[in-house]
């Protein structure tokens, strides 16, 4: 498994150049002189205080992972896999769909000494948390839902994605983790479109084994989780208190926008600090299926669109606080998430190297039983029966009829 460190470079380019042009194009279709006006009276106070909080994020972010890691792979180092922990929004910010994350992860875990037998189920293990919490401070949004779309032309259909997506994808996973039923159908299906392609065909059961090792791998490691209720629960509040933080932080910048106005601006913002939070889910739940990195061009428009509606909260002060928003969420966790990044392979390159000299393929292999093994050759010789058959059957159709 190998990093490419180009492509990595190619990406943060991409990333930086799509999202500073969308917010250019935000800019321009507004009134640009009043959002400068909003900006150049923020209060400096509150603006850190957002700072500290998006730095509280981003410390409390990777705990689960190291509690999750140490308790399947006892001899793995708190510190280490914390690090590694802090890479995962850099790598989602540049990449799509924010799909990077996990597999540099994988690969930075391999190298200390965790193998991908284990990793696999472990970052599973921690996504599943994860979107467990996003999606209930997600349903709890949904309280505000008339108010966060009674302004807003034709939101219902994003809603409805964005919401769909979330739960689905938490369904697949889970489904992942605990369906052996779902198992063995995926690796039926991976041996049947192999089957049907000759030139791999003969990398069907090849391909089959990957897949049931990593299904192997997630089931273990959820097998783990169920043994050990107190894990769950401790890993569930930490990131549900972590992204509670999260979900604060535009608090403070609304306030620090609003501070230096009108003491009834700051009033009403101060009343609404739990109408603030669910509409940060919000606006983030219903913009998933966004594929540009960092879902940019959706959750500017979202976060504007939606904080409109806090009471007392003009257009200007909505996109200034965007902005700002943006800057110390995006831009400031990106940074940090480099940072850690640049130590991790630090960090790897001074390890003993009998972990950085595993190839792929060797000594790193998913362990499975002789009896899964079994099944999947059983699945294989089954499908290539059925081939038989049906190519019989056809022939003899044809025969009938002439």
Excluded at 227 to 240: D, E, G, N, Q, V
Excluded at 373 to 389: A, G, V
Aim: charged share 20%.
């Amino acid at each position: 498994m190998k990093y490419k460190k180009r492509k990595t470079i190619r990406n943060i380019i991409l990333a930086a150049v799509i999202t500073i042009a969308i917010l250019a194009l935000v800019v321009c279709l507004n009134d640009f002189e009043d959002t400068l006006n909003v900006l150049q009276q923020a209060n400096g106070e509150y603006i850190w205080y957002s700072v500290i909080f998006v730095l509280a994020y981003f410390l409390l972010y990777p705990i689960p992972l190291c509690l999750l890691t140490k308790h399947i792979h006892k001899e793995s180092k708190f510190w280490r896999i914390y690090i590694i922990g802090t890479t995962e929004h850099f790598f989602n910010y540049i990449t799509p769909f924010a799909t990077g994350g996990q597999p540099f992860q994988a690969y930075a875990m391999k190298k200390t000494g965790v193998p991908v037998r284990e990793s696999t189920g472990i970052l599973l293990m921690n996504y599943i948390v994860f979107m467990l919490v996003t999606n209930t401070f997600a349903i709890i949004s949904l309280y505000y839902y008339r108010q966060f779309t009674e302004n807003i032309s034709n939101l219902t259909w994003i809603v409805i994605i964005g919401f769909s997506l979330n739960f689905l994808v938490l369904i697949l996973f889970f489904v992942m983790a605990y369906s052996r039923h779902f198992r063995d159908g995926s690796i039926k299906l991976i041996l049947k479109i192999t089957r049907n392609k000759k030139k791999i065909k003969e990398k069907g059961e090849r391909e089959a084994l990957k897949v049931a090792e990593y299904f192997s791998s997630a089931q273990r490691a959820a097998q783990e989780l169920l043994k050990s209720p107190m894990l769950f629960l401790s890993s569930f509040l930490i990131k549900a208190i972590t992204m509670a933080i999260y979900y604060a932080v535009p608090f403070f910048i609304i306030v620090a926008m609003v501070a230096n106005l009108s003491p009834e601006y700051l009033a009403e913002a101060n009343k609404n600090i739990f109408y603030i939070m669910a509409a940060t889910s919000f606006a983030s739940t219903i913009v998933v299926w966004v594929p540009t990195p960092g879902a940019s061009g959706g959750i500017e428009f979202a976060f504007q669109k939606i904080f409109s509606t806090v009471p007392g909260i003009t257009s200007a002060i909505a996109m200034s606080s965007m902005l700002i928003w943006r800057l110390i969420t995006y831009y400031g966790v990106a940074i940090f998430s480099c940072l850690g990044y640049f130590v991790s392979e630090r960090v790897s390159a001074k390890l003993d190297l009998k972990y950085n000299n595993i190839e792929d393929g060797e000594n790193d292999t998913l362990e499975l039983t002789q009896e899964q093994r079994d099944k999947i050759l059983e699945y294989s010789q089954e499908i290539r029966e059925n081939e038989k058959e049906k190519k019989k059957f056809v022939k003899r159709g044809k025969n009938d009829g002439k």
